[in-house]
């Protein structure tokens, strides 16, 4: 057993606070739009390094400090340009567009950044969950299913809706 890596420190969360606004003032360029600087918070936990969400109307981005902590330049360079597409074309397209179609792929390319979907990192060391977690998708956004809804879904059981996009959850 490796020891568990420690989050990330209070620089480190602003210099990555200050990066993802970077991109947002970037987009702005891009696209002569305004984009409101949305939270950044650090209470993202498991395997996942960051996730944009709106939760309440209230749209933020979540970081995992552990994973930023094993691996801060690459996610860097990729979360956070990967998290930022996500709500740049959630606020161009809305729901219209697919968590990872071409508008973000689009977006992420004009970053700089290859629009590829995951990074694969070495969890060693890095606190996960207990309770294992599923990533399903609608039509608009990532959501993030417990292994009891997970197995309803996956044995027809019963079905799940986005309450923001009304589209059926389907496994991403
Ligand atoms: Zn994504
Ligand atoms: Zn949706």
Redesign the pocket.
């Known amino acids: 057993m490796q020891p568990i890596i420690q989050p990330i420190d209070t620089a480190q969360r602003l210099e990555v606070t200050e990066r993802t606004h970077q991109f947002i003032r970037r987009a702005e360029n891009i696209y002569g739009e305004r984009f409101d600087l949305i939270p950044v918070r650090f209470n993202l936990t498991g395997t996942a390094a960051g996730m944009y969400r709106v939760q309440n109307d209230r749209p933020e981005f979540r970081y995992n400090p552990h994973l930023f902590a094993k691996y801060f330049a690459e996610n860097l360079s990729e979360t956070v340009p990967h998290e930022v597409s996500h709500y740049i074309v959630h606020t161009m397209y809305g729901?219209k567009a697919r968590p990872h179609g071409p508008e973000w792929k689009q977006v992420m390319r004009d970053f700089g950044a290859k629009p590829v979907r995951t990074c694969n990192f070495d969890l060693s060391g890095i606190p996960v969950r207990r309770h294992r977690r599923f990533e399903y998708q609608?039509?608009?956004?990532m959501h993030s299913v417990t292994t009891r809804v997970h197995n309803m879904i996956s044995t027809g059981t019963r079905q799940y809706f986005?309450k923001?996009?009304?589209?059926e959850l389907v496994i991403a």
């Open positions: 729901t609608c039509g608009c956004r986005c923001s996009c009304a589209r």
